[in-house]
Nanobody, 115 residues
Framework: QVQLVESGGGLVQPGGSLRLSCAAS????????MGWYRQAPGKERDLVAT???????NYVDSVKGRFTISRDNTKNTVYLQMDSLKPEDTAVYYC?????????WGQGTQVTVSS
């Protein structure tokens, strides 16, 4: 059973920073594409960033230059460093792993950007 556990969300002022973490169970971490998605109230869940097992990254345009996705294979963990946060970044952030037909999700962590 694949498990993904997110942490690191919270309340932050505009312009602030947060780092999200996603701990993956077992030895599944080295395979597949890891990603972060987010879902704002009343909206669909959208892609934020992905990282391959080889470290190649991809970002949605709205977060380029502000967010950084990374992974630590020794800790089976993927991170999302979020800087220069804006109110429109407010959402529940979900960790995801895709490998073949497998599509695994974490439980989500709330990020609120507000003064």
């Amino acid at each position: 059973q694949v498990q993904l556990v997110e942490s690191g969300g919270g309340l932050v002022q505009p312009g602030g920073s947060l780092r999200l973490s996603c701990a993956a169970s077992g030895n599944i971490f080295r395979t597949g594409i890891m990603g972060w998605y987010r879902q704002a109230p009343g909206k669909e869940r959208d892609l934020v960033a992905t990282i391959t097992s080889g470290g190649l990254t991809n970002y949605v345009d709205s977060v380029k230059g502000r967010f950084t996705i990374s992974r630590d294979n020794t800790k089976n963990t993927v991170y999302l460093q979020m800087d220069s946060l804006k109110p429109e970044d407010t959402a529940v952030y979900y960790c995801n792993r895709k490998f073949g037909v497998q599509n695994n999700w974490g439980q989500g962590t709330q990020v609120t950007v507000s003064s």
